[in-house]
């Protein structure tokens, strides 16, 4: 089945996000009032590894599992969307202490009326999608 | 083996577990980036019909979207056969900050006193998590990407985008835990 690597691969991510207490509400509340290092050590490790990896992967013109070459999309130059889209974001991921990710792990994990806070998602995304060409990009 | 899953994992070993997350999913030929499947889910849901922005052939992200359930299933396992015993070790400060809120620390993951049955079945609770979830949706989508394909997969590749992104996150997340949280709580 050509799904399974994509599940098994969601699985691990989950165990990861749940272990590491990325999920927690707590731990999120921790990192935004500077309280430990424990998110900044996460993300920054996932980074500067992530890096290494990107930088191999293009030196190296490593291909995917099919033989196609692995690309990397630039992102639109701009500043507005990315601060403005980011900052209501961060409003958000501080008051549920959750971004989309999570959102979903905690689920997993048998926090329920996280799906309030998914289907709160699902109405800011179609909000977006709506009023999109009337925002600043 | 079991027993060292079991145990609340570091901060380094975390990070690079993320790290190989999106290697995995290059080497598959995709890019990490869990936002994504709120858009394909409004466009299952119709959308497509009503807003251009969701008339799009979803099953192009299907990958993602099976990824997603992979992570509710992990979810799963890690309160089942890989649950800790242990309270969660928040540092002092924020459970003492948090108490300055009425927020008390339970040793759990997440406060019952925010995402209990209790809370929920208030209007104020309601709002307050359905609200929270909007600007999430709204704000990934406005910024292209989330923590995942913004701080992960953005950082990594050097994007100046993704930074600004990140400094939004973080301009954002400090207004609401300093000045509306004190407000709500």
Same mark, same amino acid.
């Given at each position: ?137 | ?24 999913? %290059? ?9 994504? &499947? ?25 990958? &993602? %979207? ?14 089942? %056969? ?26 759990? %993951? ?46 990594? &590749? ?28």
């Amino acid at each position: 089945m050509k799904g399974l690597k994509f599940i098994l691969s969601g699985l691990v991510f989950g165990v990861i996000m749940a272990k590491s207490e990325a999920i927690s509400w707590y731990r999120i509340q921790e990192m935004f009032r500077f309280q430990s290092f424990h998110m900044y050590g996460i993300i920054g490790t996932a980074v500067i590894l992530g890096v290494a990896i990107v930088y191999l992967i293009k030196k190296f013109k490593i291909r995917d599992f099919q033989g196609n070459p692995i690309l990397f999309q630039d992102k639109d130059k701009s500043w507005k969307r990315y601060l403005i889209g980011g900052s209501i974001f961060g409003l958000g991921w501080a008051l549920t202490g959750a971004c989309p990710g999570p959102m979903f792990v905690n689920v997993g994990y048998g926090y329920y009326t996280m799906l309030v806070v998914i289907f709160g998602s699902l109405i800011g995304t179609y909000l977006y999608g709506l009023i999109k060409h009337k925002l600043p990009h | 083996m079991l027993d060292i899953l079991r145990q609340p994992w570091s901060w380094y070993a975390s990070g690079a577990a993320i790290a190989f997350i999106m290697l995995i999913l %290059l080497y598959f030929g995709k890019s990490f980036g869990v936002s994504a &499947n709120l858009r394909t889910m409004c466009t299952i849901a119709g959308a497509g019909k009503r807003v251009k922005f969701f008339d799009f052939d979803w099953r192009s992200q299907k990958w &993602n %979207l099976l990824f997603l359930l992979g992570s509710v299933l992990g979810g799963y396992i890690a309160s089942t %056969l890989l649950k800790s015993d242990q309270p969660l070790q928040l540092s002092n400060a924020t459970i003492h900050d948090l108490q300055g809120l009425g927020i008390h620390f339970d040793g759990q %993951l997440n406060p019952a006193q925010i995402f209990g049955l209790d809370f929920i079945s208030t209007p104020k609770g309601i709002m307050v998590l359905l609200f929270g979830g909007a600007l999430v949706g709204f704000g990934a989508r406005y910024a292209g990407g989330c923590t995942s394909g913004h701080a992960i997969s953005g950082l990594s &590749n050097l994007q100046l985008p993704s930074l600004i992104a990140v400094i939004g996150f973080f301009i954002g997340g400090l207004a609401m835990t300093y000045f509306i949280l004190p407000l709500i709580f």
